[in-house]
């Protein structure tokens, strides 16, 4: 367990973009290094597969290829999903690299209706399980806005939440993975 987070501290966000699931069969993925909120150190891409199972081992090779890795201090991607149901097995990349993760989405997940549509994909068990296998709770990230709900591993709720206020600049995103997000946009509007 990370015992405490600095303002200061090195963040690997992760996001990718919307796709176009007919027409794409990989897409990118984004790694930011952020230096608490406000400091852009590094961006870093892989490419995932749609509704494959390569995000987790992908994440992993972005974090060992860092200049960084010796100063990230946690992960945060957004949902534990990409590329569709391509899942990121947050136990799993929190073993592999020993940093603590964060997982953020900005609506409550209905695993009822997640539930019915990974029946489309192979290996839909094992992937539900893998995405469920951490609870979800909300974190109010500003005073204004709705909360946004999280999975973690690595850290104690209660430094999450006040971790997760300071990050957060613009809107209920913490800066890691609503930057990631954005520059993983503009990669696939090149793909």
Request: hydrophobic fraction near 40%.
């Amino acid at each position: 367990m990370v015992e405490f987070l600095k303002k200061g501290v090195k963040i690997l966000g992760i996001a990718c973009s919307s796709f176009n699931r007919m027409k794409e069969k990989e897409i990118p993925l984004v790694g930011i290094v952020i230096r608490g909120a406000t400091i852009l150190e590094g961006v870093m891409q892989s490419s995932v597969t749609v509704d494959g199972e390569d995000a987790t081992n992908k994440i992993v090779e972005l974090v060992q290829n860092s200049t960084h890795k010796d100063q990230l201090k946690m992960i945060m991607t957004r949902g534990v999903t990409v590329a569709g149901f391509n899942y990121i097995d947050i136990k799993e990349l929190f073993y592999l690299t020993s940093l603590p993760i964060i997982s953020i989405v900005d609506h409550n997940p209905d695993m009822k209706k997640i539930r019915l549509a990974i029946q489309n994909v192979s290996n839909w068990e094992k992937r539900f399980e893998k995405i469920s296998q951490c609870p979800i709770r909300s974190v109010q990230t500003t005073n204004n806005d709705e909360p946004v709900f999280v999975q973690s591993i690595g850290i104690e709720e209660k430094k999450i939440d006040k971790f997760l206020k300071e990050i957060t600049i613009v809107g209920r995103i913490p800066e890691p993975i609503r930057v990631a997000r954005l520059i993983a946009l503009a990669f696939m509007s090149q793909h």
